[in-house]
């Protein structure tokens, strides 16, 4: 179970997840919670400290959520954004990691085989090197 966050700690994580930090540098938001900058590094380095800070920031992100998914189709189309085109099929499911191999001539595949065939050939090149 991760452990409690301070006040302090919730105090930087409200300012961290501000776009740019508020405009603040890390020793303003250091002095404003009344930490040294070297304890803000610290928990920086907190496992349970980040995983609020990511909370905290898609909390903040959500209302424009919408807006941002609106905007996909204008990047895909006037810039060419292959990228944007991914993540926009991947957030309606249209898009998977998934790679399905079939086999196109009928029998079965001997992987035992195959693993031997992939040995042989390493060797070959090893030989030729």
């Known amino acids: 179970m991760a452990r409690k966050l301070s006040e302090k700690q919730i105090a930087a994580i409200t300012i961290l997840a501000q776009p740019k930090r508020g405009g603040m540098t890390y020793d303003q938001i250091a002095e404003e919670v009344g930490v040294s900058r070297q304890t803000l590094y610290e928990w920086r380095q907190n496992d349970s400290f980040n995983d609020e800070l990511k909370r905290q920031i898609m909390r903040n992100t959500l209302d424009r959520l919408p807006e941002v998914m609106?905007?996909?189709?204008?990047?895909?189309?006037?810039?060419?954004?292959?990228?944007?085109?991914?993540?926009?099929?991947?957030?309606?499911?249209?898009?998977?990691?998934?790679?399905?191999?079939?086999?196109?001539?009928?029998?079965?595949?001997?992987?035992?085989?195959?693993?031997?065939?992939?040995?042989?050939?390493?060797?070959l090149r090893k030989d030729a090197e």
């Open 70 to 123: 609106d905007s996909i189709p204008d990047h895909i189309i006037n810039d060419g954004n292959a990228a944007m085109f991914r993540t926009l099929l991947q957030a309606h499911s249209m898009l998977t990691d998934n790679v399905v191999v079939e086999n196109k001539n009928g029998s079965d595949t001997d992987i035992d085989e195959m693993k031997a065939q992939i040995e042989r050939m390493r060797a």
